[in-house]
């Protein structure tokens, strides 16, 4: 289905010389002469890259209509993993490629969003904050306060993090995702 450039807005996803893109932003410009254009930001959903692209009145936009699926983690095997969809209970096997640096977060029955376009899988979303062990870090020193640095700690999915020097062997911690950094101590 084809768009006008009015009906490109933030969340709606399209297709871009057979890439498929989320629109993040868009800025209606009417100027005094000439056509209207639309300057969008569009986020590639298969590598998460971000590029400007500016529409002209006349063109017309393809709509990509991506299936969200909730997914379960279940194993690794090679350079795949393995999923369960929620809704069908079918395994889902997806490329490394696909899932990007979000495999040092990936933890058994971590349910997350898969994105999917025409069968093929884009990207998996995980949740913004998850809480892991830490396995490895050197140990703490008496009088260590939050404010005092970080040191690395290696959770339980085998992924190196820098967390507080309080932190010891044992102790629960909350990671964002989306950053990778360290957000507090778990209860």
Known sequence: ??????????????LVEGVVYLVTDTQ??????????????LRNLKNSNVQEKTFRGDEKIEEAFVDERKLQYLYASGNMYHFMDQENYEEVAIAEESIGDN????????EVNGYFYKG??????????????????????????????TKPAQIDTGATIQVPLFINVGDKIR????????????A
Not at 4 to 10: D, L, P, Q, R
Not at 175 to 186: K, N, P
């Open 1 to 14: 289905m084809s768009l006008s450039i009015n009906e490109v807005k933030s969340g709606v996803t399209i």
């Open 175 to 186: 990671i964002d995702t989306r950053t990778g950094g360290y957000i507090e101590r778990a």
């Open 103 to 110: 495999k040092k977060f990936l933890k058994d029955n971590l």
């Open 120 to 149: 093929d899988t884009l990207n998996i979303n995980l949740p913004n904050f998850i809480e892991f062990n830490v396995v490895h870090t050197e140990p703490g020193i008496k009088g260590d306060t939050a404010k005092s640095g």
């Open 28 to 41: 209606h410009v009417k100027p005094g002469k000439g056509a209207a254009f639309v300057r969008a930001k």
